[in-house]
């Protein structure tokens, strides 16, 4: 008897970080679906030297065999004939880093799905996993949402919850919501394809919004409390970093903790334990477990302490 032959599912995919690959990966391994295009933003210069770099997603896409395509504007009309051609069934973004213009939007048959990593209509925007982990959010989520012209807008196809760890950075978390994306596509695309899926309109009465992050966000205030700035130091992992600066020069904090004694100095000051280099702040103490101080590696607080050789009750600049 001959097997049952599966439709084959065009997909168009837009993505750009290293966010977006555990889902290219998951569509690509897919026997019933196609990978028409990967699109992604074009070779960037980055490190010391400032070459061009490939985003991890053309990194990814080129390993697979995957055309790419990196137009410098999604308005570019060589990619709108490009994808017209390919005559896809959807199209997927998952952290493309640009809108995706109305032509474009229009072209796939079942029109574009959008994986957002937090609970729409929350946290809309570029930096939604910091804003959860800043604000003390005990949960987050991912959302995968019809793409519209609005910001993040558009009504919610699939949503799960994900619990935010008291040790979670930016980065840990990333990567969890990454992989929850990367499970939730294939079956969510399946589904909405085959018509089992009634689109939910996001409620805009809760809609939060978030804004890239510059690197000031990851400047520390110290006259904020432990519990605010612990949150900062894991929210702005991997970048832009929290950081500080002492005697002009720049601090990074990499990992703090919350500590209950007791500190009569002002916020900003510094003291040593046997234990534990500590720096007061407006209500409460930090413990300053690893920082990465300019142009070194980074290393125990209580040894980059130790190295300077400062009086007890020296203070953070500002």
């Keep these: 008897m001959l097997g049952h032959h599966v439709p084959t599912l065009r997909i168009i995919f837009f993505g750009t970080p290293a966010f977006a690959v555990p889902s290219l990966e998951r569509l690509a391994a897919e026997p019933d679906f196609e990978i028409a295009f990967v699109v992604t933003q074009p070779d960037r210069p980055a490190g010391r030297g400032r070459q061009l770099r490939p985003s991890p997603v053309k990194q990814r896409a080129l390993e697979l065999g995957l055309p790419v395509l990196q137009p410098e504007t999604p308005r570019d009309p060589e990619l709108l004939n490009c994808l017209r051609e390919a005559e896809p069934t ?125 690197k000031e966000d990851g400047r520390i205030d110290w006259t904020r409390s432990a519990e605010e700035i612990e949150r900062q130091v894991r929210a702005m992992q991997p970048w832009p970093g929290a950081w500080t600066t002492i005697a002009g020069r720049s601090l990074r904090i990499v990992r703090a903790r919350v500590v209950e004694t007791p500190h009569a100095l002002p916020p900003g000051c510094l003291t040593a334990t046997r234990e534990a280099l500590l720096v007061a702040t407006g209500r409460g103490a930090l413990a300053l477990e690893i920082v990465h101080p300019e142009g070194k590696q980074a290393m125990p607080g209580l040894d980059w302490w130790r190295g300077l050789r400062l009086e007890p009750g020296v203070c953070f600049d500002g």
Excluded: C
Aim: proline content about 10%.
């Design 90 to 214: 959807v199209g997927v973004v998952v952290a493309y880093g640009e809108y995706i213009p109305r032509t474009l939007l229009d072209l796939p048959a079942h029109g574009f799905l959008n994986v957002h990593p937090s609970l729409l209509p929350k946290y809309r925007g570029a930096s939604p996993i910091q804003a959860a982990i800043l604000n003390g959010d005990p949960v987050t989520g991912v959302s995968i949402i019809l793409l519209t012209p609005e910001l993040d807008a558009g009504p919610i196809l699939r949503q799960v919850t994900v619990a935010i760890r008291p040790d979670d950075t930016a980065a840990t978390l990333g990567e969890r919501l990454a992989m929850m994306a990367a499970d939730l596509l294939p079956d969510t695309i399946r589904q909405w394809v085959a018509g089992n899926l009634v689109p939910t309109p996001q409620d805009e009465r809760y809609a939060t919004y978030t804004r890239p992050l510059r």
